[in-house]
């Protein structure tokens, strides 16, 4: 059976799309961190690669990515003997506990 010529190239057109969505290397959307009222920093479509530092500790995170987080008490994302990181859905927020201390750092979650 021959498929139209409209067909295929709607079909291409997806496949191209899923592809280029699947080696994605930004997690597109901001990071806003405060500590207390204050500002501390918003990162912009932030790499799914690496660590990221904020440029100072922050006790409230707002993730508005399409990514899910992980915070951390280290500036260099590695958990400390005893501590352990914080997980923060994608379009949601996370405000820190006096018992965790500020956040230093984070990564975007593996999927």
């Known amino acids: 059976m021959r498929a139209s010529r409209p067909l295929a190239t709607l079909t291409g057109i997806a496949l191209l799309g899923i592809t280029?969505?699947?080696c994605q290397d930004q997690a597109g959307g901001q990071i806003t961190a405060r500590n207390g009222v204050r500002h501390v920093d918003t990162i912009t479509n932030p790499s799914v690669h690496g660590c990221h530092p904020f440029s100072?500790?922050?006790?409230?995170?707002e993730n508005y990515t399409q990514s899910s987080i992980l915070l951390?008490?280290?500036p260099d994302c590695t958990q400390p003997p005893g501590g352990s990181n914080i997980y923060v859905s994608m379009q949601s927020s996370d405000e820190a506990v006096r018992s965790t201390g500020l956040w230093r750092s984070f990564s975007i979650a593996p999927e």
């Open 72 to 74: 951390y008490t280290t």
């Open 20 to 22: 280029l969505a699947a």
């Open 56 to 61: 100072d500790g922050v006790t409230r995170v």
